[in-house]
């Protein structure tokens, strides 16, 4: 015969705060790490409840995945209009986060009137000065860092063709990356606060594209250009991921004085024709998630871990891959934790622990 709880009332209480006692969140193992977990977010979903809610109760830091770019802030060559940006800072500010800004400077994402203006180099210039300043004083200590430029480089490290380097380009094609180099003077005057990040895909572990990106940070704090950290991509399309290679990367970065942030990190994996995505292949993801983020954690100069977006129910990967890939963040359809999540859970948890 079982003996009733309530001879033993220590043990009710020992049983019933067990079952209450709520498990830690990402925000909470990353606040106690000392470290920023943030999303790349659409504010259009800031309306729907579990969005929001997911958001907030598990994140610190927030970026918009479009909504300060060009084609959203500047959708014509006189106006700016912030209203989408403003949502996100509201969100941020209303939940106690912070806000990451992207990005200024891009070959892609400009509306058609930048894109096909036939604007002279001096013209370019002027554009672009005007923007990043505008927009930049528009969000002065609300945005704590930027992406000023992103995806600058090619795969083999050279400075790419665009709109702004060379087609036509500002007159600093003969100086590499020079364009860059004026973006971010032009942004520190902008907002001498914010802290200033090049952001790059297919950089993160050790080739000719990270190679080209630690010439390029070593060469700016050689000569005082005002840059403070690198952007990490990390969208991950192989379960074959080199962590350490990624490790060394950052370590070699943070080296030269810059911090480094995480910033795009989704892991795509194979669908069915149900759209569902393999278990083995989840535990896989985890174990990538988890690689990523121990990677980060090896070095302080790594400060922040982003994932875009945190539910698969909204990952720009089911329309890029017209449905064959998906599944590739923490959260799945319905706001449910997957092993990723776990993954992640238990490496800031360590990090905790170590402090």
Known sequence: MLTPLRQFPFLALFVTTTVLTPCLTLRQAAEQAHMLLGAAVRPSLFSEAAYSATLAREYNMVEPEDAMKWWVVRRNAGTFDFRAGDEVVHFAQAHGMKVRGHCLVWDRDNPEWLAQGNFTPTQLSQLLREHITTVMKHYAGQVFAWDVVNEALDDNGGVKDSLWYNHPGMGLSEKGTGYVEQAFRWAHEADPQALLFYNEAEGEGLNRKSDAVYALVKD???????????????????????????????????????????????????????????????????????????????????????????TDKYSWIGSHSH?????????????????????????????????
């Open 323 to 355: 449905g064959t890939r998906g599944a590739p963040l923490p959260f799945d359809p319905a706001y449910k934790p997957k092993p990723a999540y776990d993954a992640v859970l238990e490496e800031l948890s360590k990090k905790r622990d170590r402090h």
């Open 220 to 310: 700016f704090k050689r000569r005082g250009v005002p840059i403070d950290g690198v952007g990490l991509q990390l969208h991950i399309s192989q379960l074959d991921l080199d962590t350490a290679a990624i490790a060394a990367n950052i370590a070699r970065l943070t080296a030269l004085g810059v911090k480094v942030h995480i910033t795009e990190l989704d892991v795509s994996l194979p669908l069915d024709s149900s759209g569902v995505a393999r278990r083995d292949d989840l535990l896989r993801q985890a174990d990538l998630y988890r690689g990523v983020v121990g990677a980060c954690l090896q070095s302080s100069g790594c400060t922040a871990i982003q994932t875009w977006g945190f």
